[in-house]
C-alpha cells in the first residue's frame, strides 16, 4: 500500500508539469506523455506483483526508455 500511496504522490507532484500548454500548431506530445506515464506506472506496478522487487528495479527502467522511444516526434 505505501508503494501505491507513493506512486500517487509523485504523479500528483509531477503531473501538472507535463500539462504546459504548446504554441500554436503544436503536436500531442504532452498529451501522450501523460497516457504513457500512466501505462508505465500501471505496468510497473504489474511487474512489483508478479515479479516482486527485483523485477520491478530491473524491469521498470526498460520500460520507461521503451515508452520514450514510443512517444511521438516533436
Same mark, same amino acid.
Given at each position: 500500500?505505501?508503494?501505491?500511496?507513493?506512486?500517487?504522490?509523485?504523479? /500528483?507532484?509531477?503531473?501538472? *508539469? @507535463?500539462?504546459? !500548454?504548446?504554441?500554436?500548431? #503544436?503536436? =500531442?506530445?504532452?498529451? /501522450?506523455?501523460?497516457?504513457? *506515464? @500512466?501505462?508505465? !506506472?500501471?505496468?510497473?506496478? #504489474?511487474? =512489483?506483483?508478479?515479479?516482486?522487487?527485483?523485477?520491478?528495479?530491473?524491469?521498470?527502467?526498460?520500460?520507461?526508455?521503451?515508452? =520514450?522511444?514510443?512517444?511521438?516526434?516533436?
Amino acid at each position: 500500500m505505501k508503494l501505491v500511496l507513493s506512486l500517487l504522490i509523485t504523479l /500528483a507532484v509531477w503531473l501538472p *508539469t @507535463f500539462a504546459f !500548454a504548446e504554441e500554436h500548431g #503544436g503536436g =500531442y506530445r504532452g498529451i /501522450a506523455q501523460i497516457y504513457y *506515464t @500512466f501505462i508505465w !506506472a500501471i505496468l510497473t506496478y #504489474g511487474l =512489483y506483483d508478479v515479479f516482486g522487487k527485483k523485477g520491478m528495479y530491473v524491469g521498470s527502467p526498460i520500460l520507461a526508455i521503451v515508452i =520514450y522511444l514510443l512517444l511521438p516526434p516533436v
